[in-house]
């Protein structure tokens, strides 16, 4: 008899036992179908001894001190701001935009933002009011550099153009004048020192917690007695897919070892235009600051098929999702959660940020 099932072992179903056993201390299985718990965040050694992030990278970075400190009671964290750079007709531009992408890309040399913000000022084509993507980018830096550096990218990672997604996808990236080179603004940018699947490791070590891998919830949920069932994986399909299949964007990862000491300049290469079919590719030892002989990198290629990776934030989407959230207003005893469940493109932190919320209620009785 357990007091809650949980079903799937990322951030927002470890949260949630974390949380539930150490301060309810009430007992509960997880069960998780993969053959390892961490979900999309799950990292492991490859045979080189490199620390690979097997779902794509996965960087923690956040301005939520509560989401900061609560993380840090599982693990330590080594500093580190992500780099990224475009590759555009074999030449490297770094991204986000800043001044010098700008005087990359112009072939000029600014000196000073102001002469950058005149100029993306010029370059920019107002759009009111935002709608989409394509909206929010051209908006701030106009035509020709929305198609070079977001129109082809989105299009090989969505299968969908700018146009048709939200403005929050494409938005999700900052434009800058200035010389900032960091992929992400926030306050707190680390990385776990050990690896995530240590950090998930220690969050699951309470023995009121018994996970149960290489399991589909379905395969069990009728032999175990249980009160409460938290769910964190794809909306649809807890409810037999009743409206319909809910799009996702998958992707297939290529890993390659190679007897090199690096393969790029920096952590992560996005190819733009379309002369691969792979969206970025990633040099795993920059993530953990491993020092080797050897390097490990991995290709995404996006996918129809496969894990559900993505949910895809178009309107229409949305309005499916909705069919499936009034369903769950009739289920007491369940409660859903994450990124699948509630079918949001939400970041690591968010996920936590909701699930700690979530707890709260829990432990509350609401
Ligand atoms: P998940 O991590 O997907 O966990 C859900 C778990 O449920 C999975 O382990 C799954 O196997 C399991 N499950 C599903 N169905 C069942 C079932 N029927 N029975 C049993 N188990 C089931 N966020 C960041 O903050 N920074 C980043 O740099 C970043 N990079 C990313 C890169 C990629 C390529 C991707 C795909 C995502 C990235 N994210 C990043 C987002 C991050 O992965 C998510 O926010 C986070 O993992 C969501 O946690 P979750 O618990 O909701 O879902
Ligand atoms: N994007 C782009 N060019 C880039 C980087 C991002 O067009 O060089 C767009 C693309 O649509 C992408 C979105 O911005 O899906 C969000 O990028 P992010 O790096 O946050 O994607 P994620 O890491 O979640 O895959």
């Not at 539930?20 to 965040?41: C, F, M, Q, T, W």
């Not at 080189?48 to 923690?60: D, S, T």
Request: positive net charge.
């Amino acid at each position: 008899m357990y007091d809650f099932l949980i079903v799937g072992s990322g951030f927002a179903g470890s949260v949630l036992a974390e949380r539930i056993a150490s301060k309810l201390d009430k007992r509960i299985l997880l069960v998780e179908k993969r053959n390892h718990i961490g979900g999309n965040a799950y990292d492991e050694f490859d045979d080189n001894g490199i620390l690979v992030h097997r779902y794509g990278p996965h960087i923690f970075h956040t301005n939520s001190s509560k989401v900061f400190k609560y993380l840090s009671n599982f693990t330590t964290w080594r500093f580190y701001e992500h780099k990224v750079m475009a590759n555009y007709q074999n030449k490297l531009y770094p991204i986000p935009i800043n001044r010098t992408t700008l005087e990359k890309y112009f072939n000029k040399e600014f000196r000073k933002d102001g002469y950058a913000r005149k100029l993306l000022n010029s370059l920019s084509e107002k759009r009111h009011p935002i709608l989409n993507s394509e909206d929010m980018i051209v908006n701030q830096i106009g035509t020709e550099l929305f198609k070079v550096f977001f129109e082809t990218y989105t299009y090989k990672q969505w299968h969908k153009y700018p146009k048709e997604l939200n403005a929050s996808v494409c938005g999700r990236i900052p434009i800058r004048v200035d010389e900032d080179d960091r992929y992400f603004s926030d306050k707190y940018q680390f990385m776990p020192a050990e690896g995530y699947h240590i950090l998930f490791k220690n969050m699951l070590s309470n023995r009121n917690i018994e996970v149960e891998l290489n399991t589909d919830y379905r395969s069990i949920i009728n032999s175990v007695k249980f009160d409460k069932l938290i769910y964190t994986g794809p909306i649809d399909y807890f409810f037999d897919f009743v409206h319909g299949h809910l799009p996702y964007r998958s992707i297939r990862f290529e890993y390659e070892s190679l007897r090199q000491e690096y393969f790029q300049p920096c952590p992560q290469v996005n190819y733009v235009d379309d002369s691969v079919p792979f969206t970025r590719v990633v040099e795993h030892k920059y993530l953990s600051g491993q020092k080797s002989n050897t390097t490990t990198i991995s290709k995404e290629y996006p996918q129809f098929d496969g894990e559900p990776f993505y949910p895809i934030p178009t309107d229409e989407n949305r309005s499916a999702y909705k069919k499936y959230k009034a369903e769950t207003g009739e289920l007491k005893n369940v409660i859903f959660c994450g990124r699948l469940a509630e079918y949001q493109y939400y970041n690591m932190d968010q996920v936590i940020a909701n699930a700690l919320k979530i707890f709260n209620k829990i432990a509350n009785g609401k």
